[in-house]
């Protein structure tokens, strides 16, 4: 049987357009996050295209080169078309006109009184808005239970000031035999913002003034709470590995079930229960001089970058990542923290009460607010962590604070 060529040149006609129009209907969204988000990230994506005719193609850049390879991708136009940045960052790639403003679509979201509120604070630049929140973190002290009751200690009453801290970081190294009382990464700047200046701000200090212009080391919060770390380094409570830690055993001492305290993050919880079930841990908030206690609200928000190609498709794929799809059954089933208030209280956070106590220390944690924040906290050589190396480790409390004073001030003056 001969089929006519007429009848041949429709059909292929008819399936060119189908594919045509599949190809139309099916968008490919970039989208950047930093090496650390990669964990959850690709499962939140491989969810996204298994169920959506827009795909996202995921790209993980290493974190210490996500800031200078973003800025450069923008520059060169070439930028992705969403990115997950780590929330302090917002600041100085909105001032740089890195980011698109989002602040109509932000605003109309029917949660958006219920999303995190440092997130939001840090998305704001010049009263305009650049991102909304992604994931969250906060900070906290985690106990190891079973070293509190061997050093005579009530498991169920952690320090409540920072002396109670010192005192009890002392009776638990006291136990010998390689146990330690407390541990921190000396060497990393960022990891001490997030756990160090929580102790700062609930003995009322600070890092900046309040309009973040200017530094605000000279004060009893910060000057005290070095002197703390100091005089536990010195009277052994803290491993040696401690000075030249970078960050990359951030948590991992603590799995050794031979360290009493350690400030972490919500992100602990979740990894100590998987991983450690053998470790009985308990969380609570990072303690003051005198009582009180506060936390760094941390995490990333997700923007879209100027020069991105699909700012629609974009903007579904970030409505999408706030849903409680994801916020819920991506996050808090796995550990982490909804960003949003209205979600907080949810199936799997009731399981646990330690996840209550990481989400009100979010909910009411602070981030300092900087376009200079990786000059001076983050970057290895910068100021912020010259004093901490020279108060815990060096000459002493004073003159670290007091070179840093001048080194901020540079940095924070110059355009």
């Known amino acids: 049987m001969r089929i006519p060529i007429q009848a041949v040149r429709a059909a292929a006609a008819l399936l060119f357009g189908a594919a045509a129009s599949l190809a139309q209907a099916q968008t490919e ?7 650390p988000d990669a964990g959850f990230v690709e499962p939140l994506v491989k969810t996204w295209n ?14 210490d080169d996500f800031v200078t390879k973003f800025g450069t991708a923008v520059a060169g136009g070439a930028a992705p078309d969403v990115v997950a940045i780590d929330l302090i960052f ?16 932000a605003s109309a979201l029917p949660y958006a009184k219920n999303l995190s509120p440092s997130h939001v604070r840090l998305a ?4 305009k808005q650049y991102a909304v929140p992604f994931s969250a973190e906060s900070s906290f002290l985690v106990y190891n239970k079973d070293l509190f009751k061997k050093a005579g200690l009530d498991p169920n009453k952690p320090p409540k000031t920072t002396a109670e801290l010192e005192a009890y970081a002392k009776k638990i190294a006291a136990l010998g035999k390689g146990v330690k009382g407390f541990y921190f990464s000396g060497a990393c700047g960022g990891c001490n913002i997030f756990t160090m200046t929580p102790y700062v701000w609930a003995s009322g200090g600070d890092v900046f003034t309040p309009d973040n212009k200017q530094e605000a080391l000279d004060n009893p919060g910060l000057r005290n709470t070095l002197a703390m770390y100091r005089r536990m380094w010195e009277a052994g409570l803290i491993p040696s590995g401690a000075k030249t830690d970078n960050g ?26 998987k991983e450690h079930p053998e470790i009985d ?5 990072l303690p003051g001089d005198k009582g009180g206690s506060s936390s760094f609200a ?18 579904e794929f970030i409505q999408w990542c706030l849903s409680p799809e994801v916020q819920v059954e991506q996050f808090a089933k796995n550990g982490s923290l909804p960003v949003r208030a209205d979600l907080a209280d949810n199936a799997y956070s009731k399981q646990d009460a330690r996840f209550a106590v990481a989400s ?33 480790f060096g000459k002493g409390v004073d003159p670290a604070i007091k070179d840093a004073q001048a080194k901020f001030r540079k940095i924070l003056a110059a355009p």
């Open 29 to 35: 969204i970039t989208f950047w996050v930093r090496a």
């Open 50 to 63: 298994a169920s959506h005719a827009n795909k996202v193609a995921l790209t993980v850049i290493p974190a």
């Open 90 to 105: 917002v600041p100085a790639f909105s001032q740089a006109g890195q980011l698109m403003e989002i602040g109509a679509e």
């Open 124 to 127: 704001m630049y010049e009263g």
């Open 248 to 273: 990359s055993n951030f948590i991992s001492p603590f799995f050794t079930g031979k360290i009493g305290m350690i400030g972490s993050g919500a992100f602990s919880i979740g990894l100590l229960k």
């Open 281 to 285: 841990f308990g969380v609570t908030p």
């Open 298 to 315: 941390g995490g990333d928000s997700i923007a879209i970058p100027k020069g991105s190609k699909h700012k629609k498709e974009a903007w």
């Open 360 to 392: 009100a220390q979010m909910q009411a944690g602070r981030t300092p607010y900087s376009v200079k924040f990786n000059q001076l906290i983050n970057d290895p050589n910068g100021p912020w962590l010259a004093m901490i190396q020279e108060a815990v």
